[in-house]
């Protein structure tokens, strides 16, 4: 007892040695630079080849930062060695000139954090991104520029550089090269593929990163295999790179596949750079109205993704980065109309809500593969080899040096769904492959085999099942293989080794002729073949695919060590005789780990377990799960009615007058009309309101408004506090109700600004007008006022920042906010109907006491009948985390992340609804625990 109390100590202290942070970046010193190379197999770090498998992730779309090292975490053990980050210049941007990087915005602490995981980081900081965010980036006090967007006209230009100045220095700060970080490439534009290309543009935006202090390889996205900015060409950049989107965006039919493209043929384009898939396929966006993420995450599935990843690998490329492998939320004003709502789950390996899917499972295997099986790096193409049946194709890839072969084996039809059995001759010596049985190939998976493979002091000839992992743990080679139905592996070994079978049914066959041992196995849980007689012994785990997905791999400065049975294992360091792994479970369940001998104690996230040691030499410890969670339901709320604007004795004095009668936007306004669009006012986000003021003469009849709203928005009118109602975008024109008309008129109108359209054909169209464009009464001129975000460009909210609130009666009042008092509001339970159009508020505070060390994810979910025509916007302790539209949809669970979300103490929900008829109001609001 007493010795178990004294080694917790040790193993606390320990751990705090162990887990402990580093000191950011500019008060660590500079260690010794590191070099980044690339020739055409691939890029090399310190003159060691390297695979990027690289996930996408948005740092702004989880405007939380203690969850950032969360998802970078995942990713890193997940087997992506990479992380490729859009930095978007709206974010930090409300105004020129003034930049933000602190708090949510704190991208320094983002870089740390991603050395602190040990990920390199994949820079993407446009000045263009698209992304479907507003703007495809760019802020929205560009808008109202003259010059042409992504091109070199100066003001555009002048302002773009402004971006790379404040941006730049801090990227830099975090470079590989210096030492500092773990920054390896940065990217110039984005897909500036389409429209009137502008080298001098391009080299401009170069310049000033290496004036800024980039030092990295400068590299471009290609929209596809186009050629475009190829080193060399007038504007080109270091390191050529493309996209790939093969399945496409609409994720209504999820079983419709589209043909894997065969990358082989790009080798051609940038014969000094490896094949870079700068984005390929990870998930896909979903529109307002959509079919949901769910549908997208069968679109792109764990099939997708094992037939199309192993296909790029099989196409060479030695750069893939899948976009998004964690989508997060396009909280407040940041998504693009056209393209999304609020969530940007994007049916990715990790969903919004940070929960660990099949996909991520699938993206291990192979990025794990990507790592451990290191001739990878380097190959040329082979010739393809013959399949017995001829509906099946095996491609193959050589390196150079080692001869090791890799044998993509897939449908010639990558969209077929048949099951189909073959042979394969892979040389001479092995004409018929496997030797016992066929090999089966499903519909709609692909298997990467290796053949001559050293590994450790092993020969692999070849294996029917796919290498997930292999390393030297504690002197024992150690290979972990999977796949289905039968498999069949063969080493080489000088004499006959002993084999013997520790668990599971695996049987062997030694061939003298040939000093060949080959076992032949059906593919079934776990099977365990220990093999002694050459230089080292070798332990051969054999998982079927599903049990593959439970196992886990660290590089640790003892070597590398292996885990099975937890939901994740985040971590994991040794010193001397204790193995210090972090993770989580989902249920309790039992580690095992494939630790060197010297490894005697496990420490799990701080805490000893206890270990035995089993007959086969690994660790097994039992782990506790989760606690259960109660969420409280939401019963009460505070009600009011707002919009006061719609009456006609609403002061509006402080408003600025909307009378511009020039613009440098491309739209000019009709002949003899003010410009109204909201950004010429500074107003770039959220809703906006119009107050004007006309003399009738008496025969009007109809009010007749033009507003451009963006992809299901809307705008409603009062005229005199009489409601005219409400219009989808575009010209409406609303008949005078009878007696509203009286000599001195007040019209006022509630836009919705749903975001400005992406720009990427480069040609300005995120300067599309926002908010009304025209307005016609009779022939009489009509003298206008606007109201937007409190504050405008100079945002009074910096903390949340430009795109968390728009003109609301009540954003700009305080009504979102937790620390505002609506004790002297009704209350109310919902679902509840509010009759009379227009914005009407509906909060609640709760307490929250989540168990402690836990990491819950907790969302808010809206249910109500989608006839009712309202629409919502979603506060969370002043934070908008999401837009509901009752009667479009198709969203209706918002997650809410931690850390805004207070996980233990109180919170405060104001939900602004904006009711189009007699049937607005609020739906049922619950708290659901999302894992
Ligand atoms: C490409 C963009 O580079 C990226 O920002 C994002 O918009 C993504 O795709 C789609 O989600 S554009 C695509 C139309 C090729």
Redesign the pocket.
Known sequence: MRSLRVLTLVAVLLSTVLLGGVPDAAARPAKPAHTISYDHYSFSIDGKRVYLWSGEFHYWRLPSPQLWRDVLQKMKAGGFNAVSIYFDWAFHSPKQGVYDFTGIRDVDRLLDIAQDVGIYVIARPGPY????TDSGGLPGWLTTQAGKARTSAPDYLAAAKEWFRHIDPILARHQLTDGRGTVILDQIE??YSNGALDPAYMQALEDQARADGITVPLFH?D?WPAGNWKPGTPGGVDVYAF?G?PQG?DCSNPQVWQPAPDYRWTRGISPGTPISIA?FQGGS?DPWGGPGYDQCRQLTGPDFESVFYTNNIASGATFQNF?MTFGGTSWGWLPDPGAVYSSYDYGAAITESRQLTSKYDEQKRIGYFTQSVTPLAKTDYGPDLVASNPVVQVKSNVNPDTGTRFLLVQHRDTTATTTDSTTVALDAAYPTVPQQGSLTLRGRDAKLLVAGYDFGSQHLVYSTSEIMTQGTIGGTDTALLYGDGTGETVLHFATQPHVSVLSGSVSSTWDPSKGDLRLDYVHNGLARVRIEGGKAPLELLIADTATSAGFWRQDTGAGPVLERGPYLVRDAKVLGPVLALTGDTKAATQLEVWAPPSVKFLLWNGRLVPATRTAEGTLVARLAGPQPVTLPALTTWQHQYETPEANPAFDDSSWVAADHLTTNNPAKPPAGQPVLYADDYGYHYGDVWYRGRFQATGGETTVTLSATTGTAGQFSAWLNGVYLGTSGPGTKQFPIPAGALKAGNVLSVLVENMGHNED?NANDSHKEPRGLTAATVGADPIAWKIQGALGGENGADPVRGPLNNGGLYGERNGWSLPGFNDASWPATTLPSTEPTPGVSWYRTTFALHLPAGQDNSIGLRIDDNAARNYRAEIFVNGWNLGRYVNNVGPQHVFVLPNGILRTDGQNTIAIASWGADDTGGLGAVSLVNLG
């Not at 991104?129 to 479907?132: F, G, L, Q, R």
């Open positions: 991104i698209n992304a479907e984005n897909e996205n929209v996209d989107y965006f984005e966006f976009y990427w």
